[in-house]
Nanobody, 126 residues
Framework: QVQLVESGGGLVQAGGSLRLSCAAS????????MGWFRQAPGKEREFVAT????????YYADSVKGRFTISRDNAKNTVYLQMNSLKPEDTAVYYC???????????????????WGQGTQVAVSS
């Protein structure tokens, strides 16, 4: 099994920054890709960003493009989400996810991912 543990959430004022981390452990795959999703109260879980573990194929939701940056550290089995210029509408629980496939064009669908973390809360005050 794969375990994903997110950290780095918290309360920040609008315009501030946070960096989320997602540490992966357990069974690993020779190639896979990771994603960040978020879920605000009363809303569906939505795609934020994705990165292929081997590098490349980095995509963002339009709502975070230019403000968020996804990256990974293979040596630490960790994926990061650097969030800058935060807005109140970024408030949500943020989840990282892993797909056991090398890649999928359906990276924005939750069903594409096989493993999920428990989530970390991000709150942005106005």
């Amino acid at each position: 099994q794969v375990q994903l543990v997110e950290s780095g959430g918290g309360l920040v004022q609008a315009g501030g920054s946070l960096r989320l981390s997602c540490a992966a452990s357990g069974r690993t795959f020779s190639s896979y890709f990771m994603g960040w999703f978020r879920q605000a109260p009363g809303k569906e879980r939505e795609f934020v960003a994705t990165i292929r573990w081997s590098g490349g194929n980095i995509y963002y939701a339009d709502s975070v493009k230019g403000r968020f940056t996804i990256s990974r550290d293979n040596a630490k089995n960790t994926v990061y989400l650097q969030m800058n210029s935060l807005k109140p509408e970024d408030t949500a629980v943020y989840y990282c996810a892993m797909s056991s496939r090398a890649y999928s064009n359906n990276y924005y669908y939750t069903r594409t991912y096989d493993y999920w973390g428990q989530g970390t809360q991000v709150a942005v005050s106005s």
